[in-house]
């Protein structure tokens, strides 16, 4: 009707008015599923006899509101990034990987492991390379072992991750408390310390390890892979129908190895930077959730690469706002679970209102 | 290892297998309920978890734990029902959904149960089967909890009932084909939901023996797991009941190996048995499922085996 009669240029510019409109759904019914899930937790809270506007004036001031706060919670991001970006990658095949904190642990503890004989003679550019390189190796077979599972067996990827995870949470006590263990340390069984002389420093003018600058080019690097390369393509054919993918001739075996294994050695990453920029040596402190608050973190962000830096960093800052709130509060530390809990199911629910308003659908459509 | 050692390993093998299946036997029968209505519920483990924390704390209260195993199986019932619910909804994943929940048990079982670990709650008492014998271990072995005893009536039960009666029938063709259940006049949402939120009490129960009985305690850690070990026990035992049990009593022979071992002084590598049900849990799906050929006796409306 009246669309025809409108110049070229308008057209344009209505095209890309229309698609900022659409994919804005994307991000208005996820923060829509935050504000609900903050006025239920709201409600839990009030319904205890706390006050809900401590809570949350709590969580800003122990996450966002000090520049303390923020290091503290990009300290807690980065991991998270990493962990998320574990779910993401096999999302877009179609898969739902959740053992992502198995192949943290391992790939820390593969790295403390590699740094023990190394530590002394080595230089310590070349040590860190080796840990990351045997972090990521060891995280990469671990979950790329899930997709081997699924593929060519037809096993389960959920079911399967999370046994691995807790496999490999037992190789790790195993070894910490055993063959491995550091007679001088008394207080928890841990490996050899890898030594200050090996351990990376913070980013220069920040506290902050250089993990969240590796996670970040590490999202910038999926979601070019993902959006602007063939074997992107190809993923998210498979994950939209695995049998048209093979119909194709889409090498879809790879094309789940592949996912799996870089998923795995990015949340091995994780692990590495764990070791060498937090605690210095492989034991259970490694075992602290990151794996499973990246499942959060993924869905949260849609499984969308670029989207996992900001929602990391917001729960990264609730994480680490939790010792304040559990202080101040006298809440158990299990609140802050809660609180994700309740915001990945209410997020779930809210899936259900994907292309129901209007607003957000095409003028043509 | 000298025969003596053998003979109480296996002894404790045995009495490890009786009282570590029962949690096994519990979820995986919900969860075969569910499964066979044709959705898989992964959230049996936070299930499991607030279950038996809600039981540990009921029974510290009131000084009653059979109560405490009923409260277990209501607070079962309503993660059984939320999950019911938002599986309802279009659009949403049932495994997304069964993450989800999880996650948002153990995290709710965590906040409300800081207060009771350290408190003693009374336990659920064993029934002796063993009085014939002198043997003091064997009389040990044999002492039962009767939820292991209701749990294999249970399964009995569920059993008979999918083959021989109209309920497990439509609880059946709901689970095999929605459209062939829709044409019946079944109404589809619904029995899923039944099928879910009565899952989800058995499930409670099985976390009620976990606090009430073995280990016996209510701790952060009681359940690593089991809960979603149970959902790959009943893709092994083929959506039968019977061999539910059967598989519940192998989970639990592997769980008790650790400690067996324990029993006699090989404490060596106490973490690498304690990995023994996950391994044996992989292991038996690797050998149990072909990619080539469906499963036997798989629902057709399942997502897992699509």
């Known amino acids: 009707m009246a669309d025809t009669t409108v110049p070229a240029p308008s057209f344009a510019f209505a095209d890309a008015f229309d698609r900022v409109r659409r994919s804005s759904e994307y991000v208005v019914i996820p923060l829509l599923a935050l504000l609900a899930s903050a006025v239920l937790f709201s409600l839990f809270l009030l319904a205890l006899g706390k006050n809900p506007v401590d809570f949350y004036s709590l969580v800003w001031r122990g996450g966002f509101g000090t520049s303390f706060s923020w290091q503290n919670t990009l300290v807690r991001a980065s991991p ?3 962990a998320g970006l574990c779910v993401a990658i096999p999302a877009r095949l179609g898969m739902v990987v959740i053992g992502g904190e198995g192949a943290l642990v391992l790939g820390g503890f593969a790295a403390a492991v590699t740094a023990i004989p190394m530590v002394g003679w080595s230089p310590a550019p070349l040590t860190l390379v080796m840990m990351a390189i045997s972090a990521m190796a060891v995280g990469g077979l671990w979950i790329g072992f899930v997709g081997y599972l699924r593929h060519y067996r037809g096993i389960n990827e959920t079911i399967s991750s999370l046994l691995l995870s807790y496999i490999a949470i037992s190789i790790l006590n195993f070894f910490v408390e055993g063959a491995l263990r550091d007679p001088s340390d008394p207080n928890k069984p841990s490996t050899m310390p890898i030594g200050p002389e090996t351990m990376i420093g913070p980013m220069p003018g920040t506290s902050v390890h250089w993990g969240l600058a590796a996670g970040i080019v590490a999202c910038v690097a999926v979601w070019v892979l993902m959006n602007r390369t063939t ?3 190809a993923a998210r054919i498979t994950g939209g129908n695995v049998r048209a993918a093979m119909a194709q ?4 075996g790879r094309l789940v190895l592949v996912s799996t294994a870089l ?11 764990e070791v060498a920029a937090i605690h210095g040596k492989a034991n259970a402190s490694l075992i602290a959730g990151y794996g499973f608050t990246g499942i959060l973190v993924s869905f949260l962000a849609r499984h969308n690469p ?3 830096i900001p929602v990391a960093i917001f729960l990264g800052g609730i994480d680490a706002a939790g010792g304040l709130v559990q202080r101040r509060m006298e809440l158990p530390d299990a609140t802050v679970l809660v609180l994700q809990g309740l915001m990945f199911v209410v997020l779930l629910v809210s899936e259900t209102l994907y292309g129901r308003f209007a607003i957000f659908k095409s003028k043509g459509a | 290892m000298d025969d003596v050692g053998l003979s109480t390993v296996l002894l404790a093998m045995l009495a490890g297998a009786i009282r570590v299946s029962t949690p096994f036997l519990f979820v995986a029968l919900g969860e075969c309920l569910t499964e066979k209505s044709g959705r898989i519920n992964l959230g049996l483990e936070g299930t499991l978890v607030f279950g038996a924390m809600a039981a540990y704390a009921v029974s510290y209260e009131t000084g009653s734990p059979w109560l405490g195993v009923f409260v277990a199986g209501l607070t079962g019932v309503c993660f059984g029902a939320l999950h019911g619910a938002i599986c309802k909804l279009k659009g949403v994943n049932d495994i997304a959904i069964g993450i989800a929940l999880m996650l948002f048990g153990t995290g709710l079982a965590f906040f409300f149960g800081k207060g009771y670990i350290q408190p003693v709650a009374p336990r659920l008492e ?9 043997d003091p271990s064997v009389q040990k072995a044999l002492e039962v909890n ?8 249970l399964a009995v ?3 008979w009932a999918f083959r021989n009666t109209r309920l497990g029938l439509v609880v059946r063709t709901t689970g095999d084909s929605a459209p062939a259940a829709l044409a019946l006049g079944i109404n589809v949402d619904l029995v899923r939901f039944l099928a879910t939120a009565a899952g989800g009490f058995l499930a409670g129960v099985g976390g009620a023996f976990l606090s009430l009985y073995y280990p016996g305690s209510w701790t952060e850690g009681l359940s690593s797991g089991q809960g979603l070990m149970a959902v790959a026990l009943v893709i092994f035992a083929r959506w039968n009941p019977l061999a539910c049990f059967g598989a519940a009593l192998l989970f639990g022979a592997a769980g008790a190996l650790g400690p067996a071992l324990q029993s006699i002084g090989i404490s060596r590598g106490y973490h690498f048995f304690n990995a023994a049900p996950y391994l044996m849990t992989l292991v038996i799906m690797i050998l149990s499922i072909s990619p080539k050929r469906s499963l036997r006796g798989a629902p057709g409306e399942l997502s897992i085996t699509k």
């Open chain 2, 146 to 153: 009767p939820l292991f005893l209701i749990g294999i009536a």
């Open chain 1, 80 to 82: 998270l990034i990493l």
């Open chain 1, 231 to 233: 074997f992107g393509f």
């Open chain 2, 126 to 134: 064993g029934v002796q089967l063993g009085s014939w014998s002198t």
């Open chain 1, 306 to 308: 670029l989207a996992i």
């Open chain 2, 157 to 159: 039960v569920m059993w």
């Open chain 1, 249 to 252: 001739g889409l090498p879809v």
């Open chain 1, 263 to 273: 998923a795995g050695a990015l949340v091995g990453l994780a692990g590495f930077f």
